[in-house]
Structures are given as structure tokens and as C-alpha cells.
């Protein structure tokens, strides 16, 4: 079982940056590949970055590539993603997933465990 709790969100205006924190319990987050999805209101959930077990491999959604980067500390249990320059339209409830597998994905079903989500609000 793993458990993930997100943290870093809030407010901020357009143009700023957050880092988002993803912690993990469980001995087998350095076995796990991890993602980021979002999710505004009235809006499906949506993929944003993906990162390998060993954190050697990434990719992105082009809505945020350039602009969001995702990393890992194996050690510390942690998955990030640092977001920058942040529009009004990256407003959502952003959530980290872990999955059962080393190689990273992208669609929502083959992650086995999520966090419970963090708010991020960017004003205009």
C-alpha cells in the first residue's frame, strides 16, 4: 500500500511560480513510476508529467512542457513538480499518482494509488 499526500499549492498570480511536493509511504516508491494530473472544476482529469522510477526519464503534456518540470528524490520519498510562469487557466486541483510499474504513463487508469489533491489558484 502506498499512501501520497500532496502540498505546495496555493495562490499566486499569473506569471509566478509554485512547487508542488508529493510525499510518499511505502518501500516501493523508488519501483514506481509517478505522475501529476490536474483537475478543474466541470473538467475532466487531466495528465501533465510522468516521471520514471529512477527518475531518469520524463515527459510532458504540451499544455505545461517548458513551463512545469518534474522531479524525484528516491531518498527522501518525494516527487515534485516545479511550475513556472503560471496562467489563470493552470486554476485546478492538482493531484500526484504512483503506479505499480518502473516506466512512465500517461493515462489516469494505470496509476494504482493518488494523493488527495492540492488546490492551486492563479489570479490574472
Known amino acids: 500500500q502506498v499512501q501520497l499526500i500532496e502540498s505546495g499549492g496555493g495562490l499566486v498570480q499569473a506569471g509566478g511560480s509554485l512547487r508542488l511536493s508529493c510525499a510518499a509511504s511505502?518501500?516501493?516508491?523508488?519501483?514506481?513510476?509517478m505522475g501529476w494530473f490536474r483537475q478543474a472544476p466541470g473538467k475532466d482529469r487531466e495528465f501533465l508529467a510522468t516521471?520514471?522510477?529512477?527518475?531518469?526519464?520524463?515527459d510532458y503534456a504540451g499544455s505545461v512542457k517548458g513551463r512545469f518540470t518534474i522531479s524525484r528524490d528516491n531518498a527522501k520519498n518525494t516527487v515534485y513538480l516545479q511550475m513556472n510562469s503560471l496562467k489563470p487557466e493552470d486554476t485546478a486541483v492538482y493531484y500526484c499518482?504512483?503506479?505499480?510499474?518502473?516506466?512512465?504513463?500517461?493515462?489516469?487508469?494505470?496509476?494504482?494509488?493518488w494523493g488527495q489533491g492540492t488546490q492551486v489558484t492563479v489570479s490574472s
Open positions: 516521471i520514471s522510477c529512477g527518475g531518469d526519464s520524463t
Open positions: 511505502g518501500r516501493t516508491f523508488s519501483s514506481s513510476a
Open positions: 499518482a504512483a503506479r505499480g510499474a518502473c516506466s512512465r504513463a500517461y493515462y489516469f487508469s494505470v496509476y494504482s494509488y
